[in-house]
């Protein structure tokens, strides 16, 4: 996987930079609108940083990667990248060898720091309510013995529905929670960057995954 993990972030970077005005869009209905400038200087500096990952674990290519994202774009959701990305590749720490099998033990990893951090649950119209069931999804179908490429197809179908699902929810956290029942009616800007990445990976596994 450690040869995976800069074509997937040069891959989200590719596909998610140029979304910058959907995530500005959303996130000045319901948020303070940088989620654009977020992603989009968050993804730069770790794209400047892949050269120094080259021969790096796992562990060390998600925690450097999510600390330079946070440096570039120093906000709340700079802050949860970079514990998902820390807490994900914490998962994995001391082991040379981390692969497809591995995935699910990183994702719930990052799924439960961003819980710890951001102090919200599923249902409360977060990045949680892509990520939640897309891990869930990507786990039942390796467990069923689908291939790589099928089961992270399972995967974003399951952030699709769960970003969509959040338009008729209540903002219950954050900044979003202040505009109380005007957050209903809006897609969250966090779960829908969630789903943006998780595409993008899809497309990377279609090209690079046999």
């Known amino acids: 996987m450690a040869d995976a993990i800069p074509g997937i972030f040069r ?5 998610v930079v140029p979304q910058a005005d959907v995530l500005r869009d959303l996130d000045s209905k319901i948020g303070d609108g940088d989620l654009g400038i ?3 200087r968050g993804m730069e500096s770790v794209i400047g940083g892949l050269d120094e990952l080259e021969g790096k674990p796992v562990s060390d290519q998600l925690a450097r990667s999510g600390m330079a994202f946070n440096r570039a774009a120093a ?3 700079g802050v949860l990248f970079a514990t998902a990305m820390m807490r994900g590749g914490a998962a994995v720490k001391g082991k040379d060898d981390a692969g497809a099998d591995d995935i699910v033990a990183i994702g719930r990893a990052a799924l439960q720091g961003l819980m710890d951090r ?3 649950k599923i249902g409360d119209k977060t990045l949680l309510d892509a990520l939640a069931p897309a891990i869930d999804a990507f786990d039942s179908a390796r467990q069923a013995g689908k291939s790589l490429t099928e089961a992270t197809d399972a995967a974003v179908a399951a952030a699709e529905v769960g970003t969509e699902a959040t338009i008729e929810m209540r903002s219950k956290v954050s900044r979003a929670s202040w505009v109380g029942e005007r957050s209903i009616g809006v897609q969250d800007p ?7 990445m998780l595409q993008a990976t899809r497309r990377w596994v279609q090209e690079n995954v046999s």
Do not use: N
């Not at 966090?190 to 943006?196: D, H, L, P, S, Y």
């Open 75 to 77: 906000s709340t959701f």
């Open 11 to 15: 891959a989200i970077s590719e596909d």
């Open 38 to 40: 977020t992603v989009t």
């Open 118 to 120: 951001g102090k919200a």
């Open 190 to 196: 966090g779960a829908t960057a969630v789903m943006f």
